[in-house]
């Protein structure tokens, strides 16, 4: 991803010391560009449960990159005791974050693959190390690959249009979500730069306004035009012809291709369906969650603290302040996530290709998990 011009992952290890992992606090964005240094699991645990980072690959990225530095400050007396803390490291990270699935499964894979490659402690710690730096070089290819399969879509589009290619987004799946590149940003980065027109519908996502401070900050970095909306437009927008397409991300994809994303994404998916609109979900492999099927009555639904929605966070004279909304007796439920069905999604963008929204368009792609 571009930064000013310079090229940045979202974590990473510290250069010149790797006991440090670091990442870009998302935060302050779009005012401000803060680089934070992370040097315990539990710091790491949270920066995930506080939404420093956020998104499904980064999430998963960060769980790994957790679990190493768990592995740097668990005990070395023996590995049976090393192990013991790594899986109390790795409970506490999954509990942070529960819809995404990107995270259990980073915490069970670093388990597994220390478990079955390490004999002691150090050993764990550099397979730990080499595990997570995987897992995040896995999340950036596949992004690169979901660029590809997905530009293709658009570039049908505008063979048919002839003219500027209107895509509708929700909430950030871009680069700041994943490790490199994002899922539904991917598709758009490559389309521009095999010279496709294209223009961006910004929803602002609230209550965290994840669209209007973070996708439009990466869209202004990498030069693509778009337009913020309030959240309640895009059917109007559908209605009159204004959206070709829309791509989101997603937080959890079950094998029958229900999809848990960042509230609000299924009313877009039906006003999509309504209006004849092709809805699609970009997303890596890892958030698939092949143990279960109906995602409306088996996805657990994050719940998070009602200060989200009651306040606002913005610039004012030059400083960054957070405002009340709403009076403060008035209670407020915040639902992180919704259920869009299979049904009104158009297909699933995946790093091997575009798969029907079910099982059967799943396993045909991902045939090893027949």
């Known amino acids: 991803?571009?930064?000013?011009?310079?090229?940045?992952?979202?974590?990473?290890?510290?250069?010149?010391?790797?006991?440090?992992?670091?990442?870009?606090?998302?935060?302050?964005?779009?005012?401000?560009?803060?680089?934070?240094?992370?040097?315990?699991?539990?710091?790491?645990?949270?920066?995930?449960?506080?939404?420093?980072?956020?998104?499904?690959?980064?999430?998963?990225?960060?769980?790994?990159?957790?679990?190493?530095?768990?592995?740097?400050?668990?005990?070395?007396?023996s590995f049976e005791t090393f192990m013991a803390y790594l899986h109390a490291a790795g409970d506490k990270l999954k509990q942070t974050r529960p819809t995404a699935v990107n995270l259990e499964w980073a915490v069970d894979r670093q388990q597994r693959e220390i478990a079955s490659r390490a004999q002691t402690p150090a050993e764990g710690v550099q397979v730990a190390r080499d595990t997570a730096q995987a897992i995040a070089d896995e999340d950036a290819e596949f992004c690169r690959r979901i660029g590809e399969h997905g530009a293709r879509i658009i570039e049908e589009i505008y063979e048919k249009k002839g003219e500027t290619v209107n895509i509708l987004t929700h909430c950030n799946a871009g680069w700041l979500a994943f490790v490199d590149y994002g899922t539904a940003t991917a598709p758009m980065y490559e389309a521009q730069k095999r010279g496709v027109p294209i223009h961006v519908w910004v929803d602002e996502t609230r209550p965290r306004n994840q669209g209007a401070r973070l996708t439009a900050w990466e869209l202004v970095q990498q030069g693509v035009p778009h337009t913020v909306i309030a959240d309640n437009t895009g059917g109007h927008l559908m209605q009159h012809g204004l959206v070709d397409m829309v791509i989101t991300g997603a937080d959890r994809v079950t094998r029958c291709g229900d999809v848990a994303n960042k509230i609000g994404t299924y009313l877009k998916a039906l006003a999509a369906a309504d209006n004849g609109v092709p809805f699609y979900v970009a997303l890596p492999s890892s958030t698939l969650d092949w143990t279960i099927c109906d995602g409306v009555a088996e996805i657990p639904i994050e719940q998070r603290g009602e200060e989200e929605v009651k306040f606002i966070q913005g610039l004012h004279g030059g400083e960054v302040k957070r405002v009340l909304l709403t009076p403060p007796e008035s209670p407020a439920a915040n639902y992180g996530f919704d259920v869009t069905p299979a049904r009104l999604v158009r297909g699933l963008i995946t790093e091997r290709g575009v798969a029907a929204a079910s099982e059967a368009g799943l396993l045909d792609l991902y045939p090893e998990r027949r």
């Open 1 to 77: 991803m571009n930064v000013g011009g310079e090229h940045y992952r979202t974590i990473w290890l510290k250069p010149g010391d790797d006991r440090v992992v670091q990442i870009i606090d998302q935060r302050p964005l779009p005012h401000e560009f803060v680089i934070e240094d992370l040097a315990s699991s539990d710091a790491m645990a949270r920066a995930i449960k506080e939404m420093h980072l956020r998104g499904a690959g980064l999430i998963g990225a960060a769980a790994g990159w957790g679990m190493y530095l768990a592995a740097l400050e668990a005990p070395q007396s």
